[in-house]
């Protein structure tokens, strides 16, 4: 099988600072991989050189285009990047408002992603906007508010499902459950969980929390200092972690 | 080959990075064999190895040396993803812990397996309608998530959820802890018809009784606790 995404040897640094170092590995479709770290570890470097909002400055990001099979999406043009982007990448922000447009209608968050694609019947774009709203629990009738009218759940709900319309076959989500009360986490997980089964998504998620990873993730990579320094299943990493830095991460977690 | 379940010369080291390094070693030259439709109890005092063991044999715990061949596949040294095709279709666990996503029902818990190896929505609802018909979860209770549930209640949406799937080869950690005559009964029924179909079985079991009856041999696990400490 051909891995839909496969990273080689990703290096960032900002001046003398390492972002991220020397970063590989492969994501095959239907995987959920998480990447955990503290603050600073290179995570979020790591994910936007991955998703092309950052040039990276040694390595490759090759994806199983629908079209031409493997391409390397760093080297790629621009516009073909930005159709990838578009088409069969999405990326879910940490804070709402940076993925969403705040001064239109929730329905026109996720119609004009749908029209950013080439759809142009406006009955059928709302119909696909009111289904997807539907299936992220945002009623019908909140359709034509617009987002600022929107709880912090709310809003990071209808970002997924702006994200989701297109048919993507990858996920990028940077801290997705961040900054939400628990409750509201735990539902967003749990929709996240059946969407990614149902659509058969790959999804990379960076996080700090190791519950979130653990019940999202099939996989996991640790960073610190960016660097990787562990990977393997999930649960493995979290029940029987090798590496000293991720045995105290493990370990310092708050027992609920 | 009759063996479903194959480990070989398997050793286990916990390294304690964060207290002065120390390193612990608590398995060595681990051997077990489990044929389909068999059933091999794990004995051993408290802190043997017998929990490690079986989370090493679900690649739950990383082996240090020593092969764990389950169908076919070396958990030992195997990739993650095919020891998540191994977990998907192969091999079941049921653990003493139940955990799963806050919200979801505990229908919708116990079916989940059946759905992750393609089995049409309708026939996967009404196998885990079945199973928690016959370990007596209240029908009232399906709808509401098992976070809330009992100790026992939890124990039984478990075993539910690990007997759903038809696995080639099934881990139990103290399956009938925790239950009533009955409800031990109906897990012990269970284990019998899984091991009728063809299943390999390895099972901690505290209830001696419970042991003699599923269980075909027993490995103690002293036997692979390193010497001299």
């Not at chain 2, 681990?30 to 059933?39: I, S």
Request: glycine content about 10%; hydrophobic content about 45%; charged content about 20%.
């Amino acid at each position: 099988m051909t891995p839909l995404l496969s990273v080689q040897g990703i290096t960032k640094t900002y001046g003398a600072h390492i972002g991220c170092a020397d970063v590989s590995f492969d994501l095959y479709p239907g995987e959920v991989m998480g990447i955990v770290g503290e603050s600073g570890s290179g995570k979020s470097t790591l994910l936007n050189c991955m998703a092309g909002h950052l040039v990276p400055d040694a390595g490759q990001v090759v994806f199983d285009t629908r079209s031409d099979g493997p391409r390397d999406t760093v080297t790629m043009s621009e516009p073909e990047r930005r159709m990838l982007a578009r088409t069969d990448w999405a990326f879910v922000h940490q804070h709402a408002r940076d993925g969403l447009r705040m001064n239109i209608s929730a329905g026109g968050n996720v119609g004009e992603r749908l029209m950013a694609v080439g759809a142009r019947h406006y009955g059928q774009i709302r119909e696909v906007a009111a289904d997807w709203l539907d299936r992220v629990e945002i009623h019908e009738d909140r359709m034509d508010d617009r987002p600022t009218a929107f709880s912090g759940g709310m809003q990071q709900r209808l970002q997924i499902a702006r994200n989701l319309v297109t048919g993507p076959r990858l996920v990028f989500m940077d801290e997705p459950t961040g900054g939400l009360d628990v409750s509201v986490q735990a539902r967003l997980l749990d929709l996240l969980r059946g969407l990614v089964r149902k659509m058969g998504l790959s999804a990379i998620i960076v996080t700090h929390d190791l519950a979130v990873v653990r019940l999202l993730a099939d996989r996991l990579m640790v960073m610190k200092d960016g660097h990787v320094i562990e990977t393997g299943l999930t649960d493995q990493v979290l029940d029987d972690p090798q590496h000293a830095y991720t045995q105290l991460l493990v370990s310092s977690v708050l027992q609920v | 080959m009759n063996a479903m379940i194959e480990i070989a010369g398997v050793a286990k080291t916990f390294t304690l990075h964060n207290q002065g390094s120390a390193v612990i070693r608590v398995m060595e030259g681990a051997n077990l064999t489990v044929n389909r439709g068999e059933c091999v109890a794990l004995v051993g005092a408290s802190g043997a190895g017998k929990s490690t063991l079986m989370r090493m044999i679900y690649g739950n715990y990383l082996t240090a040396s020593g092969s764990i061949v389950v169908g076919g596949v070396n958990v030992a040294r195997a990739e993650p993803r095919d020891i998540l095709a191994l977990r998907r279709d192969t091999l079941g666990y049921v653990s003493q812990f139940l955990r799963v996503v806050p919200r979801v029902a505990t229908l919708d818990v116990v079916a989940e397996p059946l759905l992750s190896v393609g089995v049409d929505p309708e026939i996967a609802k009404s196998k885990a309608q079945a199973l928690l018909q016959r370990l007596r979860i209240p029908q009232r209770l399906w709808g509401l998530s098992p976070t809330t549930f009992s100790g026992g209640e939890q124990q039984r949406v478990n075993i539910a959820r690990g007997f759903a799937h038809g696995y080639p080869a099934l881990l139990l950690d103290e399956p009938t802890a925790s239950l009533d005559a009955e409800n031990r009964e109906t897990v012990l029924t269970l284990i019998e018809e899984a091991k009728a179909r063809g299943a390999a079985i390895i099972g901690i079991f505290h209830d001696e009784a419970a042991r003699d009856r599923v269980c075909d041999h027993a490995i103690d696990v002293t036997a692979f606790v390193p010497e001299a400490q």
